[in-house]
Nanobody
Framework: QVQLVESGGGLVQAGGSLRLSCAAS????????MDWYRQGPGKQRELVAG???????NYADSVKGRFTISRDNAKNTGYLQMNSLKPEDTAVYYC???????????????WGQGTQVTVSS
């Protein structure tokens, strides 16, 4: 059974850092692409960062220069390093990944359950 699980959220002071993890498990061969989304209080869900299978990254303007998306292929895990956090970064953060499964030619788009990030002033 394939799962995608986020971890690493928590409560931090403004200016602090957190590193979110998104681990793929089950019959997963590799991660093709991964995105991080967030939904803050009273806000729409937004894409904050993405990484392609080829390693190209993109970021929302609001987090550019502060957040870094990466992956560890050996661990089938993606990360979102968040630095210089601001109160407006408070949100539930979700990962979504296009996964190549162990069955040849199989792939699927999976979402994690989310992890809460709260940034206090």
């Amino acid at each position: 059974q394939v799962q995608l699980v986020e971890s690493g959220g928590g409560l931090v002071q403004a200016g602090g850092s957190l590193r979110l993890s998104c681990a793929a498990s089950g019959s997963v061969f590799s991660i093709n692409a991964m995105d991080w989304y967030r939904q803050g209080p009273g806000k729409q869900r937004e894409l904050v960062a993405g990484i392609t299978a080829g390693g190209r990254t993109n970021y929302a303007d609001s987090v550019k220069g502060r957040f870094t998306i990466s992956r560890d292929n050996a661990k089938n895990t993606g990360y979102l390093q968040m630095n210089s956090l601001k109160p407006e970064d408070t949100a539930v953060y979700y990962c979504a990944a296009d996964l190549a499964l162990t069955s040849i030619g199989s792939r699927g788009w999976y979402w994690g359950q989310g992890t809460q990030v709260t940034v206090s002033s």
